[in-house]
């Protein structure tokens, strides 16, 4: 490995780790939103006893803290990627290519959680109403 690649911050485990926290609660948005889906489409086709209203308030509460957990999840992964790029920004060994990249990085992640947010506040608002 060269000493250029050994100081590259894009594939270190400052991004690595703060890649790594924002997928777990990546996945924890993601159990909550199954769950909800599941038990909104079992109270629908009967398969749970459960009055409409009821389902339709448990399935969207579920979606809003599954939202809320994904929106706090994206604030502080981007203070730590700011962190990072303006540490590779003060470093000699950092060149604006591997800055460029970190911010590409940063701001892949920040659109993907966006659209996934965006997605669910449409599901609360088709399960709102087709009740």
Avoid at 26 to 53: A, C, E, N, Q, W
Avoid at 85 to 107: A, R, V
Wanted: with cysteine; hydrophobic share 45%.
């Amino acid at each position: 490995m060269t000493n250029q690649n050994q100081n590259y911050l894009a594939y270190s485990n400052k991004v690595f780790s703060s890649e790594d926290l924002l997928s777990d609660w990546i996945v924890v948005s993601g159990v909550l939103l199954t769950t909800s889906l599941l038990f909104y489409h079992m109270s629908r086709v009967k398969s749970l006893k459960v009055d409409p209203r009821l389902a339709k308030t448990v399935s969207v509460g579920l979606i809003v803290i599954s939202t809320a957990y994904l929106v706090y999840a994206l604030y502080p992964y981007t203070q730590r990627m700011n962190h990072t790029i303006n540490m590779c920004k003060h470093l000699k060994t950092c060149s604006q290519e591997q800055t460029n990249e970190l911010i590409i990085l940063k701001n892949s992640y920040l659109f993907l959680g966006g659209i996934s947010v965006l997605f669910q506040l449409l599901i609360v608002f088709l399960v709102i109403y087709t009740i």
